[in-house]
């Protein structure tokens, strides 16, 4: 039973269904209960630093449930959409239950979308990856799938990642340079593997031609069935989803920096260059991102097996909670800069 404890982590659709149904003011439920609810049952529940045993890593590494709980938020996120857009089509919702239900929306596109398609972009079957870039569609984000693999983890902890968050850099000014920067590093990352595959810019293998034609081609068949207004929602709707993620990209690593060689080269990238949290709520509802050291020490490690590292440097707080910190740069700078380790802060400067 305990390996089904991430079913918790569709507890966010089903907010948003009950939100939907309700209408009213219960459409900013979602919201509510990712930003309010969740960080309150972070701090009432203890955390935990347990890893599992070899035994335990052998058994839930073959124990196909793991995957099959990921699967299936590709019926659930896109069951929501369609549904969603359907009843926005038909102008029964006041606007400001059409505000709510873009944020209810946009929080779904981003913890069951993104962040599964995040976990799934790093398997090495084909089937898991088609399943990423699908998920990443309705957030208009499908080159993270290029830049995060290609980018982030090679430059992580660098001034030169977009996705790693300046010393003292206010989250607002990161939600601008961030997704700009990485749409940008896609495109020329995109452009070196072309380059290196010697394959046209037309051909099946180029990600971002394919990636900028089926977004555009999802808007349109928005706008054709069912009209500007639905149109200007499952844009509205990507846009909070995205900027979810780039919240998440803001607590990940900001103010860890690598120590740059002699040679030039960056020292590789270990254990304390990632922020964690054991805070439980937290690490199920996000499929155990928040043990993002690990991670990155091994990317392709699934994300039941991901351990907890005593070097790495511990968050106070989960990143839900952490993410709604991250929106009070006054109260975020008081509580993290002084967590940062003090060679960090003298590579920034």
């Not at 309150?40 to 124990?63: A, G, R, W, Y």
């Not at 299936?72 to 029964?92: D, R």
């Amino acid at each position: 039973m305990r390996d089904l404890k991430y079913l918790a982590a569709f507890s966010t659709p089903l907010v948003a269904v009950i939100a939907l149904y309700l209408g009213g003011y219960y459409t900013f439920l979602t919201p509510i209960y990712a930003f309010g609810m969740i960080p309150l049952m972070e701090l009432i529940f203890s955390q935990s630093t347990e890893n599992l045993s070899e035994e335990e890593v052998e058994q839930k590494s073959v124990n196909p449930i793991f995957d099959w709980l990921l699967y299936l938020n590709i019926p659930v996120v896109f069951g929501l959409l369609i549904v969603t857009l359907l009843n926005v089509s038909s102008g029964m919702y006041e606007t400001y239950e059409v505000v709510g239900l873009i944020f209810s929306t946009g929080i779904v596109l981003g913890s069951n979308g993104i962040n599964v398609a995040h976990e799934l972009g790093h398997r090495q079957t084909q089937y898991e990856q088609i399943m990423a870039k699908l998920l990443l569609l309705p957030s208009m984000y499908m080159h993270f799938f290029v830049e995060h693999n290609f980018g982030h983890h090679l430059h992580a902890a660098t001034k030169e990642d977009p996705a790693t968050a300046r010393y003292n850099q206010v989250l607002y000014s990161f939600w601008i340079t961030s997704t700009v920067r990485q749409y940008l590093n896609a495109w020329k990352i995109q452009k070196n593997l072309r380059q290196r595959g010697k394959f046209s810019f037309f051909s099946l293998k180029n990600n971002m031609f394919w990636f900028t034609l089926l977004q555009l081609t999802y808007l349109a068949i928005v706008f054709y069935f069912l009209g500007a207004l639905t149109l200007l929602f499952a844009v509205a709707s990507a846009v909070v989803s995205f900027l979810l993620l780039e919240t998440i990209n803001y607590i990940e690593h900001y103010g860890l920096l690598r120590k740059q060689l002699a040679s030039g080269r960056y020292e590789r990238v270990r254990e304390i260059h990632s922020w964690n949290s054991n805070h439980v709520i937290g690490r199920i509802v996000l499929y155990e991102l928040t043990r993002h050291s690990d991670h990155h020490y091994k990317a392709s490690k699934k994300y039941q097996l991901l351990d907890c590292h005593e070097k790495s440097p511990q968050m106070p707080y989960g990143y839900p909670t952490s993410m709604v910190l991250a929106l009070i740069p006054p109260l975020w700078f008081k509580i993290m800069n002084k967590r940062i380790p003090a060679e960090m802060v003298s590579i920034a400067n």
